[in-house]
């Protein structure tokens, strides 16, 4: 089968993202543009995860958990979980041990906040979540990997993402798949074998379907494989 996919969109929760970001929402949008599969990739956090992945079952569209990690280096990387568990854990040691004590004016810097399953807002998340973890890109990939998870480097080709902070790309993260947010990027004689590419969807207007994955089901190992299939079962669809 072939499936229509967005696997980075961010929620409520996260400060720059749009309170309209709510799991209806987004569920409605995904039904009308005909998306089947989609990850909610929050800024250091999987808050929001369990009720986007209950609320988008019921009108058939599956939920990756992630999280959109901010690394020591100012890099994004995206950390994919085999269930909503596995993304609250880590959601949960970032906050514990990783993400500096760091409060905000949310009339600045913008709401982070928790919904359930009617759309009401239920909390709101007083730690800063746009701020780099106290984790490194290889201290990333090694703790997401040990929690079950896969990592998937950032919009490479724009700001926090690996090429324009660093300049290249180091070598622990050779074998990582890559997002890339413009077609041109691929003409620069990019080498990496698996790129993916994604909305990064901080209101609804931006979702939209950005790869179709050829899989028998939507299970988050059909997910991996098709990521690191070097593009045999994932094709981009560019703009
Ligand atoms: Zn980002
Ligand atoms: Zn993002």
Sequence with gaps: MQFLCDFHIHSCLSPCAEITMTPGEIAKVCVSRGIDWIAITDHNSAGNVRVFSSVLQEVGVSVIPGIEVH????????????????????????????????????????YQLLVDENDSFVGMEEIWLGQPASLSISETLKTVEENGGISVMAHIDRKMGLI????????????????????????????????????????????????????STRSFEEFKTAIFSSGRALSIIWD
């Design 164 to 215: 324009v902070q660093l300049g290249l790309v180091p070598e622990e993260c050779i074998e990582v798949p890559m997002e890339i947010s413009f077609e041109r990027t691929l003409k620069r004689g990019l080498q990496t074998k698996n790129i993916i590419h994604s909305s990064d969807a901080h209101s609804l207007d931006l979702i939209k379907p950005t790869v179709s994955i050829s899989a």
């Design 71 to 110: 690394t020591l280096e100012d890099v994004h990387v995206l950390a994919y979980f085999p269930d909503v568990s596995s993304a609250e854990g880590y959601s949960a040691f970032l906050k514990r041990e990783k993400l500096p004590i760091v409060t905000i004016d949310p009339e600045i810097s913008g």
